[in-house]
């Protein structure tokens, strides 16, 4: 998928703020930028770049653990299927309960082993451009964050009315995002619950 450098979008923020920001502030703007990133993250389970369909995980005691080995970390629990989803339909699929340990299968006595779980996989990085963080920045957060942190930027130097418009221009940029992914008809896929006679004759 398509990303934007650190640099850029650092470069942007600047260009927007109207300063060069000297080098004890970078690392306030650093904690704005990952601010945004985690509200762009949170604001929906169905960023493609996130959203893992149908993988097939290890099933221990009627759980399904958020880690496994050489798979993405689990964020959020969206569906959990017993067969591959969305190849055929009338797929059965699992009632599930979410705790510490991970999503709990109400399974009966099947005692299943494996399942094929839907989920928002965790986002696991820091954006930055320090040892350890990530300089790629995911494209369709780039106008949202570096419009976000300027808003930010804008509240900390006391410009609150500057900030609000900001704030406003950022989450209309969020929201043309989130309407891409509505448009791709991913999301009236995944979320969807639809009950019919096949895949409830015989649901766990």
């Known amino acids: 998928m398509q990303t934007r450098t650190y640099a850029e979008l650092l470069s942007l923020i600047q260009s927007l703020s109207g300063v060069v920001f000297a080098t004890l502030e970078l690392g306030r703007i650093k904690a704005l930028i990952n601010r945004r990133a985690l509200r762009?993250?949170?604001?929906?389970?169905?960023?493609p770049r996130f959203l893992k369909i149908g993988e097939e995980r290890v099933v221990a005691?009627?759980?399904?653990?958020?880690?496994?080995?050489?798979?993405?970390?689990?964020?959020?629990?969206?569906?959990?299927?017993?067969?591959?989803?969305?190849?055929?339909?009338s797929v059965q699929e699992y009632d599930i309960m979410v705790?510490?340990?991970?999503?709990?299968?109400?399974?009966?006595?099947?005692?299943?082993?494996a399942a094929y779980v839907t989920y928002k996989a965790q986002l696991a990085?820091?954006?930055?451009?320090?040892?350890?963080?990530?300089?790629?920045?995911?494209?369709?957060?780039?106008?949202?964050?570096?419009?976000?942190?300027?808003?930010?930027?804008?509240?900390?130097?006391?410009?609150?009315?500057?900030a609000a418009l900001a704030d406003q221009e950022a989450d209309m940029l969020l929201q043309e995002e989130m309407i891409r992914i509505d448009e791709q008809h991913t999301l009236q896929l995944v979320a969807n619950r639809i009950f019919t006679n096949a895949n409830m004759q015989m649901r766990y």
């Open 125 to 162: 990085d820091t954006y930055g451009d320090g040892s350890g963080e990530s300089t790629s920045i995911p494209a369709e957060w780039y106008q949202y964050m570096a419009h976000g942190t300027y808003a930010d930027y804008l509240r900390a130097e006391g410009q609150q009315e500057k």
């Open 99 to 113: 705790t510490a340990d991970g999503a709990t299968l109400v399974a009966g006595n099947t005692a299943p082993t």
């Open 61 to 89: 005691n009627d759980v399904v653990p958020y880690t496994e080995s050489g798979k993405s970390s689990i964020d959020t629990y969206l569906r959990i299927h017993v067969q591959a989803p969305y190849v055929t339909t």
């Open 40 to 47: 762009a993250y949170r604001s929906t389970n169905y960023w």
